[in-house]
Every structure is written in C-alpha cells, then in structure tokens.
C-alpha cells in the first residue's frame, strides 16, 4: 500500500454530484456532514487528479454513467485489490449496493477482471482491508464488513496470504456512521503507520508493534477532519487533506515530503480522505 503509485481509478465530482440541484435533494440521504457546493467540489476534484498524475501515476477515471450515487466519488470501498487480483466489495451501507458491479465493469472496459463474491450474507469494503506485509492483511470486522466478508476475502486470496488479522471496529457513533479500519491506520511506508491509537483494539496495536511498526499518532483535535486518512504515493511521499496542518507538520518534521489538496466539498463534507478518493490499481514494489 506505499510502493510507488503506478496506476489508479478515480471519479470526479462532477460525474457523482451531478448538479447542485442533485446535491440539494440527496447530501443528507447520504449521511454527508453538510451540502457541498457543485462548482468547488469540481475544482477540488480537478486539483486532486492533477496531483495524482503530476506523481507519475496512470490515471483511469469511472465513467459518468457507472457513476450511481454521491458515493461513487469515494472509489476505494468497492473493489478490493489484493494478490490473486481484484475482488468485487459487498457494500454494508443500502445506497452502495450497487456500486461493485459499477467498478467491476468499469475494470472490464480497460481489460481487468474483478471476482465477485456469492455469498449473500457477506459484507466486506474496502476502506476496512489495510495490507501490512504483502501477505499480512488486517481486515476491520464491524458494520461494514462481517465475518463472512473476510472469510470470502481469505478464500480468495488463498496461498498469497499467510495472515488475516481481523480487527474488532467499535461502535463509535453506530451503523450509520462510517468507521472503517482504515480511519484508524493508513500505512505510509514499509516501516510506519499513521494511527488513531484511542480507536483501536489494544492486541491489534500490540500485533502492530510486534511486526516492527513505528505509529506516529494523529493529533487528536485533527482526527476528525480526516487527519487519519493519508494516501502514500510513495515510500516518503503523501497526500494529505489541507486543513490537518498539525498532520502535515508532524509528517514532515519525521521526513515524510507532503502534499496537500482543498477537500472541503469532496472529502470533509462527506468524510472520504485522499485514501477513500482512489482506488490503487498498480504499485511497484
């Protein structure tokens, strides 16, 4: 999840917010924090691409109409990358559900196969899958993904895994909200991880530790702006949303060289960090 950043899909605000007319009726359907506005979540959406290919990545973008809902801009929920391949998502939140089939078929257009799982009963997203060895996986067990998503995650990673960690969420502020894993621990090197201690399971921190990590700690008055969700570009490189200041500078003051983008509209308002925003296709190791 740090290699260099080689090829990733992305969708733009214009294509899942639509109009500011479509905001108006469907941001607090959506559990958004407030109604982004159309024309600076475009913006923001341009300058965030425009970063991600400046850093040397092929950009793939979801077409307009497998965008199905404002959702659809967080692309890292539904399709779930790992040894074997790409793994269709089965999404824990009612709007979602039909997302997965969206990307699986937006794969397809440029010649990737995603494989879907047949359980019905399982539920699993991306934004609670964090690899922390390429066969060591630690999957977030909550509202969000159950325990039959991360069964059918393992069966389909098959040999290419050696460990599945499964990592009780808390209960936070309930089903409706969105406390993925990954809003507690986003990898920024081969050695370090950005953590929200206070949210974690005591014997997943220990496991951490005992596997080598560093944890630098987010700073507590920034952890609900997204200052936990930080997007490696690199083994020193990161993308981080502008408001964390006290994240950028405790990332750069430990050597990581930052950059930053405006997600007033496409990240804060509906809770989706630079991680949540991309769907890694290909890292180089």
């Given at each position: 999840?740090?290699?260099?950043?080689?090829?990733?899909?992305?969708?733009?605000?214009?294509?899942?917010?639509?109009?500011?007319?479509?905001?108006?009726?469907?941001?607090?359907?959506?559990?958004?924090?407030?109604?982004?506005?159309?024309?600076?979540?475009?913006?923001?959406?341009?300058?965030?691409?425009g970063i991600l290919a400046d850093?040397?990545?092929?950009?793939?973008?979801?077409?307009?109409?497998?965008?199905?809902?404002?959702?659809?801009?967080?692309?890292?929920?539904?399709?779930?990358?790992?040894?074997?391949?790409?793994?269709?998502?089965?999404?824990?939140?009612?709007?979602?559900?039909?997302?997965?089939?969206?990307?699986?078929?937006?794969?397809?257009?440029?010649?990737?196969?995603?494989?879907?799982?047949?359980?019905?009963?399982?539920?699993?997203?991306?934004?609670?899958?964090?690899?922390?060895?390429?066969?060591?996986?630690?999957?977030?067990?909550?509202?969000?993904?159950?325990?039959?998503?991360?069964?059918?995650?393992?069966?389909?990673?098959?040999?290419?895994?050696?460990?599945?960690?499964?990592?009780?969420?808390?209960?936070?502020?309930?089903?409706?909200?969105?406390?993925?894993?990954?809003?507690?621990?986003?990898?920024?090197?081969?050695?370090?991880?950005?953590?929200?201690?206070?949210?974690?399971?005591?014997?997943?921190?220990?496991?951490?530790?005992?596997?080598?990590?560093?944890?630098?700690?987010?700073?507590?008055?920034?952890?609900?702006?997204?200052?936990?969700?930080?997007?490696?570009?690199?083994?020193?490189?990161?993308?981080?949303?502008?408001?964390?200041?006290?994240?950028?500078?405790?990332?750069?003051?430990?050597?990581?060289?930052?950059?930053?983008?405006?997600?007033?509209?496409?990240?804060?308002?509906?809770?989706?960090?630079?991680?949540?925003?991309?769907?890694?296709?290909?890292?180089?190791?």
């Amino acid at each position: 999840m740090t290699g260099p950043l080689e090829h990733v899909l992305v969708a733009h605000a214009k294509d899942c917010f639509r109009s500011q007319e479509y905001l108006t009726s469907n941001w607090r359907s959506y559990g958004f924090l407030f109604e982004p506005s159309f024309d600076d979540a475009c913006r923001e959406s341009d300058q965030f691409i425009g970063i991600l290919a400046d850093s040397g990545a092929r950009i793939e973008m979801l077409p307009e109409e497998l965008c199905i809902g404002l959702d659809s801009i967080y692309v890292r929920d539904p399709l779930i990358a790992c040894g074997p391949g790409f793994l269709s998502g089965s999404m824990g939140k009612e709007l979602r559900r039909g997302e997965p089939a969206s990307l699986a078929s937006c794969l397809s257009s440029f010649g990737m196969q995603a494989t879907s799982i047949t359980d019905p009963s399982a539920l699993i997203e991306g934004g609670d899958i964090v690899w922390l060895r390429p066969d060591v996986v630690a999957v977030g067990e909550g509202f969000r993904t159950n325990r039959s998503g991360i069964d059918a995650l393992t069966a389909f990673c098959g040999d290419s895994v050696s460990d599945v960690i499964a990592v009780p969420a808390p209960y936070w502020n309930g089903a409706d909200d969105v406390l993925h894993l990954m809003s507690m621990v986003s990898p920024l090197s081969t050695t370090h991880l950005l953590v929200h201690s206070r949210l974690m399971p005591v014997p997943f921190r220990q496991e951490l530790l005992n596997l080598g990590f560093t944890l630098l700690e987010v700073p507590q008055e920034e952890y609900d702006i997204l200052g936990c969700n930080v997007l490696a570009l690199d083994e020193s490189t990161c993308l981080v949303e502008m408001q964390n200041i006290k994240t950028i500078r405790m990332l750069s003051e430990n050597g990581w060289r930052v950059l930053t983008y405006d997600g007033r509209n496409i990240s804060q308002a509906g809770q989706g960090g630079p991680t949540c925003l991309t769907r890694p296709l290909k890292r180089s190791r």
